[in-house]
């Protein structure tokens, strides 16, 4: 089930014009990204695309500012994953701030109301008597659960991101960068930012008509929030993001973050001072995410919103042991995956050009997660598939893709091929989630495949690296692994600095059950260079010599001026 990586190196357009401070190796990774300068490379939150260029953005601030001004009950709906979370904290927070009084959270609960604004969700909120609904990270295709809000007489605002379908819900409101027609030249705003971007303009309105509380509210308290949100929802960090996720990373470096983010640092093993969008991603969003997958999200947004540290700290201690109890869950489903797909390839000679997957013991909160091991193992897009409660033949889908394959257009295509097999499906590019009765399981997936036979070429079935080179004999060092660390945030469209090079193997270890380390030497320095695969050992030992993509990371359990290859992909030296 193994398939072929090609590693590819960047080229750059140029070498830019950078302060003397700055070292070679960082100007040419920033090269490398299309980044020229300083205000490219590490843009500021001055550079921010203005608010006014969202369209729906003055309807959506004169419904929270007439909210406000007539002490209407705002009910701010979130989502079940780290970005809906933090962006249903952010509105709350940030709606307060600007003189809201009586504004309350609620979340769905994956099982009881499946996906966004449902309608079974709409009549539970009815005990909450609101007048105005928010919704955050999701809205855009929650066509019946908004006409039923409007039917009992509330107002609607949607703010999302995800992309539209052929119609448009029936909200008094929608913000959304990617509507058909909008100008925000950033179609990559998560979630959060995008409800960030409504409190600017909002603060911007009461300011202009008089209604601002004194003293102004400083929205910036609300970025450390919007960095975990947008790189947790591995979004494009383009240059936009980057300014809202380096704000929100100085924060919590700081120490200034909320008290939710101070105790999920603190309670991952993380060092405030040094987190990175990679600590985000690996560390803090699994324990968020972990909520929203196997309980409920209401306590990942209840920590994000808690203000003392004893109930912040509690809070995060049972969102880490749910997330212990996700990563054993996780790895029986993959357990599982592996033997399937294995079992698929058996009989058909390889493995499909598109994948479904489906057992009626899996968890529908875990298997966004074994759609993207699987995808990474076999390099082609997955859906994964879970009964949406034990027993039921409800269906729960979510697909991950490989890049060229738009994965929310391809279940667009199967949808109007093959109209009633799927109930809904919505996402973006790289992720998607569907719903679907299980008797319609194998037509759809004979749709999808053929679909995906007609997509899918020859080049886009190869993996691909893309690396920045080779390191010098003298950048093995703890000052350039600290400045790779330091000079990003790193993520989606602006990836990680990924260096190759051929090493000779001096020494190798298992670690664990799954992990390789790797005492490795090159040529023109005399010191070796620990290494560590993770979930790279094989029954075979490694090669004597070997072509490695790897990571220069400080190594923070050794300390001083230790450093580390993160190695991502393994094969033997070209003789």
Not at 35 to 45: C, T, V, W
Not at 318 to 336: K, P, S
Not at 348 to 353: K, Y
Not at 406 to 415: E, G, S
Request: charged share 20%.
């Amino acid at each position: 089930m193994s398939h072929l990586t090609r590693i590819t190196r960047r080229t750059s357009s140029g070498s830019g014009t950078w302060p003397a401070s700055m070292s070679p190796l960082l100007q040419r990774v920033y090269a490398g990204r299309g980044a020229l300068d300083k205000s490219q490379a590490r843009p500021r939150l001055a550079q921010l695309h203005a608010p006014e260029l969202l369209s729906g953005m003055d309807a959506a601030v004169a419904l929270l500012a007439d909210a406000i001004a007539n002490d209407r009950h705002i009910v701010v709906v979130g989502d079940f994953d780290c970005d809906g979370a933090t962006a249903c904290a952010v509105a709350v927070r940030g709606l307060v701030m600007l003189g809201a009084r009586h504004v309350s959270p609620a979340v769905p609960n994956r099982v009881t109301h499946g996906y966004g604004l449902s309608p079974s969700l709409v009549s539970e909120l009815a005990e909450l008597k609101p007048e105005l609904l928010v919704t955050v990270d999701h809205g855009i295709a929650c066509h019946a659960g908004i006409a039923q809000a409007r039917a009992l007489g509330w107002q609607v605002l949607v703010t999302d991101h995800h992309l539209p379908g052929p119609a448009l819900p029936q909200a008094h409101a929608i913000v959304n960068p990617n509507l058909a027609g909008d100008d925000f030249p950033s179609k990559s705003l998560a979630g959060v930012g995008v409800m960030f971007y409504v409190l600017l303009a909002l603060r911007r309105n009461l300011r202009a008509s008089g209604m601002l509380p004194a003293p102004e509210p400083d929205l910036s308290t609300l970025l450390d929030l919007v960095a975990v949100g947008t790189v947790a929802d591995l979004v494009p960090l383009d240059a936009n993001n980057r300014a809202l996720v380096s704000a929100g990373l100085r924060r919590l470096r700081a120490g200034q973050g909320c008290a939710g983010l101070r105790a999920l640092i603190e309670v991952c093993g993380r060092r405030a001072e040094t987190l990175s969008a990679s600590d985000i991603g690996f560390a803090i969003a699994p324990r968020l995410n972990a909520a929203g997958r196997l309980e409920d999200m209401a306590l990942g947004i209840a920590c994000l919103l808690c203000d003392e540290d004893a109930p912040a700290r509690e809070m995060a201690g049972i969102l880490h042991g749910i997330n212990a109890e996700r990563r054993g869950v996780q790895q029986q489903m993959t357990d599982a995956a592996e033997l399937a797909l294995s079992k698929v390839a058996a009989l058909d000679g390889d493995v499909p050009l598109a994948v479904c997957l489906f057992d009626a013991d899996w968890h529908p909160g875990v298997v966004g997660l074994v759609a993207s091991k699987m995808k990474d193992r076999v390099h082609r897009p997955v859906i994964a598939f879970a009964p949406a409660e034990p027993g039921s033949t409800a269906l729960r889908g979510s697909a991950r893709s490989i890049p060229g394959f738009h994965i929310r257009d391809a279940l667009a295509a199967v949808d109007a091929r093959h109209p009633g097999l799927m109930q809904k499906f919505g996402g973006h590019a790289m992720a998607a989630g569907l719903s679907m009765e299980l008797a319609n399981l194998p037509a759809f997936e004979a749709a999808f495949r053929t679909h995906a036979a007609g997509a899918l070429d020859d080049a886009m079935l190869q993996a691909e690296l893309l690396s920045d080179g080779e390191l010098l004999p003298h950048e093995f060092d703890r000052f350039h692994a600290e400045a790779l660390r330091d000079g990003g945030p790193w993520g989606q469209g602006f990836a990680e600095p990924l260096f190759d090079g051929t090493f000779e193997v001096v020494d190798w270890r298992a670690v664990g059950e799954r992990h390789l380390k790797l005492v490795l030497r090159c040529p023109q320095r005399a010191q070796p260079l620990n290494a560590i695969h993770f979930n790279g050992l094989k029954p075979e030992a490694p090669p004597a010599r070997v072509h490695i993509a790897y990571r220069l990371s400080p190594d923070d359990y050794r300390g001083g001026d230790a450093i580390q290859l993160i190695v991502e992909h393994l094969q033997p030296a070209l003789a």
